[in-house]
């Protein structure tokens, strides 16, 4: 069973169009991300959500709405894309206490083309 | 701020030769974790390694193992006898505490490793 499975794999779509990418984790995890992979490769978050509530909102143009309907799930809403949203998103989970804290989780990533 | 350093951006090895990939940390936490991950050319992230800020002692598995100086904050990653399917982008990350008590992952800008046959 995947762990932390996102959809689609890839996604190519036009300027000023609106799309969602959906994650679903079935580890029990608390916490899940969304990360955005630049052409460097480079990785950052942009948000985090815990037990459904938003807890990181890095600087994200408001285009970009994150909905957790519950624990198990961390969709990603983007609206009137441009094409400097053209990357590789990730979505992740992980199980944070005091006590512990465990590696992050990734799905296989979306290769979000804007043409 | 926290932030994490691979100061590494491309490395080239021949087949069977030793690598070692570098990552400098630093941080206001006194518990924290650091990770590494393993980014093949499919693009997934492959989870390799996590270490408890508390626990220093060195790790080895298999052909890979672990240097963890706090003193220094390195954090640093070696292959042995690196094969053609090691050639990947390599990330070190660490974890950041939030008041809210969970924390989030900050990643190094990753090192690009090609094993040439």
């Known amino acids: 069973d995947t762990a932390v499975s996102q959809t689609p794999k890839y996604l190519v779509t036009q300027m000023g169009n609106d799309k969602s990418i959906k994650c679903e984790q079935n580890?029990?995890?608390?916490?899940m991300y969304w990360y955005k992979q630049d052409s460097k490769k480079f990785l950052k978050i942009m948000f985090s959500?815990?037990?459904?509530?938003?807890?990181i909102n890095e600087t994200v143009p408001n285009r970009f709405s994150p909905k957790s309907p519950d624990k198990a799930h961390l969709n990603l809403h983007i609206n009137s894309l441009e094409l400097g949203d053209s990357a590789v998103y990730f979505c992740?989970?992980?199980?944070?206490?005091?006590?512990?804290?465990?590696?992050?989780?990734f799905g296989q990533g979306t290769r979000l083309t804007v043409v | 701020a926290q932030k994490v350093t691979q100061a590494q951006t491309e490395i080239s090895v021949v087949e069977k030769e030793d690598v070692t990939l570098d990552c400098v940390y630093e941080?206001?936490?006194?518990?924290?974790?650091l990770f590494w991950y393993k980014q093949p050319p499919s693009g997934e992230l492959v989870f390799l390694i996590r270490?408890?800020?508390?626990?220093?002692q060195n790790e080895i598995s298999g052909r890979y193992s672990w240097n963890f100086q706090k003193s220094t904050s390195s954090f640093n990653f070696t292959i042995t006898a690196s094969q053609v399917v090691d050639s990947a982008v390599y990330f070190c990350?660490?974890?950041?505490?939030?008041?809210?008590?969970?924390?989030?992952?900050?990643f190094g800008t990753g090192t690009r490793l090609k094993v040439l046959a």
């Open positions: 270490r408890n800020s508390f626990d220093e």
């Open positions: 990350a660490l974890s950041e505490s939030l008041t809210s008590g969970t924390y989030k992952y900050i």
């Open positions: 941080t206001r936490d006194t518990t924290y974790y």
């Open positions: 959500y815990n037990n459904k509530e938003l807890i």
């Open positions: 580890l029990g995890h608390d916490t």
């Open positions: 992740a989970s992980s199980q944070v206490s005091r006590l512990l804290n465990t590696e992050a989780f």
